[in-house]
């Protein structure tokens, strides 16, 4: 079992950054890829981005490149998101998930979920 659990979400203009971390406990995360998701009030779970773990390769939504960066820290078990350049779109609760299948932006293909921490980006 792996638990995950986000921090790092708050209130920022737009135009601000942020940085979001999910830690892991329970299970190390450097056997899992990891992604970012988000999910607005009444919207599905979209996906934001992904990282593997063993090369760390990266993918983005395209709605984020450029702006976004996906990290991990395998010795501290846990993964960063660097928002730049926020955007009131962008805000929504966001979640870290792992599983087993690498690059995937299907939410049915992560096995573990985080609780979420809320981004809120005013205009």
């Known amino acids: 079992q792996v638990q995950l659990v986000e921090s790092g979400g708050g209130l920022v203009q737009a135009g601000g950054s942020l940085r979001l971390s999910c830690a892991a406990s329970?299970?190390?995360?450097?056997?899992?890829?990891v992604a970012w998701f988000r999910q607005a009030p009444g919207t599905e779970r979209a996906f934001v981005a992904s990282i593997t773990w063993s090369t760390s390769r990266t993918y983005y939504a395209d709605s984020v490149k450029g702006r976004f960066t996906i990290s991990r820290d395998n010795a501290k078990n846990t993964v960063y998101l660097q928002m730049n350049s926020l955007k009131p779109e962008g805000a929504a609760v966001y979640l870290c998930?792992?599983?087993?299948?690498?690059?995937?932006?299907?939410?049915?293909?992560?096995?573990?979920w985080g609780q979420g921490t809320q981004v809120t980006v005013s205009s």
């Open positions: 998930a792992a599983g087993a299948v690498p690059a995937s932006a299907d939410t049915s293909h992560y096995t573990y």
């Open positions: 329970g299970r190390t995360l450097s056997s899992y890829h």
